[in-house]
């Protein structure tokens, strides 16, 4: 993404698909719980570098390459996130300072951060996981928003292109 676009972006603050994490030196511990709650909402943009106020920091340039790897680590540990998704980290320069940028899409799947179900709700990330209610609105909102959760109980094999 460019520099550009980033801080349009980062200018327009915190929402329900937008979330800063200062992260300087090394991942914020609520980062997770953020993509955990973008995943099972709409999906969203994380920006790390960049405190809550949208004031640009930076990640520290010795710390870049950490950040990056314990992120994709942890990421793919089911006890982290289950079920894992593969997320990429993009580094990109704004004003001689380094933010790290992550796109969440919205899964059609049920995320759970550290056995915890979070949603997202304007700029937070909530833990649902107690919340009855809400846990079966968030699978029925995924089973009829996603094709791949249907079943479709006359299709037969003639019907599907190859």
């Known amino acids: 993404m460019k520099a ?3 801080k349009k972006i980062i200018s327009q603050g915190e929402s329900i698909t937008v979330e800063f994490k200062e992260s300087k030196k090394k991942i914020n511990k609520d980062l997770y719980e953020s993509v955990c709650g973008f995943l099972n909402r709409y999906g969203g943009q994380l920006f790390l570098g960049v405190k809550d106020n949208g004031d640009i920091v930076g990640v520290d340039r ?6 990056k790897k314990d992120f994709v680590t942890s990421i ?3 006890q982290t996130l289950s079920p894992t998704f593969y997320l990429a980290v993009e580094e990109v320069e704004v004003d001689g300072k380094v933010i790290l940028y992550i796109h969440v899409p919205e899964s059609s799947q049920v995320h759970r951060c550290k056995g915890k179900i979070f949603d997202r709700n304007e700029d937070g990330d909530f833990d649902i996981t107690n919340n009855t209610n809400l846990v079966s609105g968030l699978y029925m909102r995924k089973q009829s928003t996603h094709t791949e959760n249907r079943i479709f109980a006359y299709a037969e094999m003639e019907g599907l292109e190859s």
């Open 4 to 6: 550009e676009n980033l």
């Open 76 to 78: 793919n540990n089911p």
């Open 62 to 67: 010795d710390s870049v390459e950490q950040i």
